[in-house]
């Protein structure tokens, strides 16, 4: 009965309490899951649940141990976790940032009439060109996050977007092919850029290194990624660090104007 009583004297702030605990721990599953850090993540529940069963049952020397484990263990957390961490505040940020701008973008005052926005239609056509000819592509679209630290790994440049620069940049004796190029506000911002690839997630055998990169782009800030096959010719599209199917360039354009807006 002492349960019982408990329970209908907690407040709603208790509620709330553990409401908000369910919803963190359902989202730090989301981020981990599907990559190997969700074996840690189980493992550290499976370790916190029996240290609190052995305090429970008052093995001291079990829970002594456990309980020393979980106090320092949280440095080496720290060092496992530090992508999905930095994924997670990354996350936490633009979702942030993109409510503000959203919220301004309704007070028309606040708008320039010197708003740039980036020419997808002519990104897409010069990526039908590629694929037909099976020209191997890498485009980076900028959003939120700076893309900076990536963009000094490559040659810097400020070239408005158009589809026949796209196509000469991507061109194969073309000494700026290789490595992917970065645009932000219309602007081709930097060319032959090294991107973070990703190792962990399993992808077709068909899609190489550029797709490994738009992937690990996209998990590690909320920039969208084109690829276009060497091999196939196949265009594919990248977001939050996942593959987004569409069925028509028409399509594609629409969702990414929706991204980008």
């Known amino acids: 009965m002492n349960i019982f009583d408990d329970i209908l004297n907690l407040r709603f702030i208790d509620y709330l309490d553990v409401v908000l605990v369910a919803l ?17 993540f189980i493992g550290i529940i ?17 829970s002594g141990i456990f309980g ?3 106090r320092v263990g949280i440095i080496a957390l720290i060092v496992v976790f530090q992508p999905e961490i930095r994924k997670f505040l990354l996350m936490v940020g633009s979702t942030n940032f993109n409510r503000r701008r959203k919220f301004l973008k309704q007070l028309k005052f606040l708008k320039t ?3 740039i926005e980036t020419d997808v239609d002519a990104i897409i056509s010069a990526c039908n060109k590629m694929s037909m000819s099976k020209t191997g592509a890498l485009i980076v679209l900028e959003r939120n996050n700076n893309l900076d630290f990536l963009a000094e790994s490559g040659d810097e440049m400020n070239i408005k977007v158009t589809q026949p620069i796209i196509e000469s940049i991507f061109f194969k004796n073309s000494p700026l092919h290789d490595g992917a190029i970065i645009i932000s506000n219309n602007i081709v911002k930097a060319t032959r850029v090294v991107l973070p ?25 909320d920039a969208l990624a084109l690829a276009v096959s060497e ?15 569409f069925e028509d360039t028409t399509e594609l354009i629409k969702m990414i ?5």
């Open 24 to 40: 963190l721990l359902y989202y730090l599953y989301k981020l981990v899951k599907g990559t190997v850090a969700i074996n840690i």
């Open 46 to 62: 499976i370790i916190y649940g029996v240290w609190k069963l052995t305090e429970f049952l008052n093995m001291e020397l079990l």
């Open 68 to 70: 020393g484990f979980m």
């Open 113 to 115: 009439e010197g708003t």
């Open 197 to 221: 690839v990703n190792n962990e997630k399993s992808i077709p055998q068909r899609f190489g290194l550029r797709h490994k990169a738009a992937i690990g782009v996209t998990e590690k800030t």
């Open 231 to 245: 091999e196939t010719g196949h265009i594919s599209y990248f977001t939050d660090g996942e593959f987004v199917v």
């Open 257 to 261: 104007k929706k991204d980008l807006a």
